[in-house]
């Protein structure tokens, strides 16, 4: 019995680890990457590399979306929880909006996942169309 309930934390704990994984592993790299378009010099660079690092984002956001997408809907439908910051922090809200960016989710829910079948793609759009009227 002893060896069961170990066994058992054991499980749970790399199922955790596992999916803090999933979460960190793009908002690093989103930081990194803008953290390497900030240290140009001149502004030619720098708008050539922030396309790549435009392209790069938009990457990271649609492969979060989609493997994420049924806790997304669940994060959303509350307004708030892990994956819905890591969702603000690649889609570069500002700290100071974040409050009204769960909101939004929360509150828009229906015009976010006009179906039950809703794919990533049609997330981002619909989302990024709902930040763009609320101007956040």
């Not at 054991?10 to 999916?19: D, E, K, Q, R, T």
């Not at 990457?33 to 708008?47: F, L, P, V, Y």
Request: charged share 20%.
């Amino acid at each position: 019995m002893f060896k069961l309930r170990i066994s058992l934390l054991l499980l749970v704990s790399i199922f955790s680890l596992s999916a803090c994984s999933i979460i960190s592993a793009p908002t690093e790299s989103t930081t990194d990457t803008s953290s390497d378009a900030s240290s140009e010099g001149t502004s030619d660079t720098t708008s050539s590399s922030s396309d790549g690092d435009d392209e790069k984002s938009s990457a990271y956001l649609e492969k979060f979306v989609h493997t994420n997408l049924s806790h997304l809907r669940s994060d959303m439908a509350r307004g708030n929880g892990e994956y819905l910051d890591s969702l603000a922090v690649l889609l570069a809200i500002d700290d100071s909006k974040k409050v009204q960016f769960h909101a939004l989710t929360k509150n828009r829910f229906a015009q976010l996942f006009v179906s039950p079948d809703t794919s990533s793609p049609e997330l981002i759009h619909n989302l990024k169309t709902q930040i763009q009227l609320a101007q956040i």
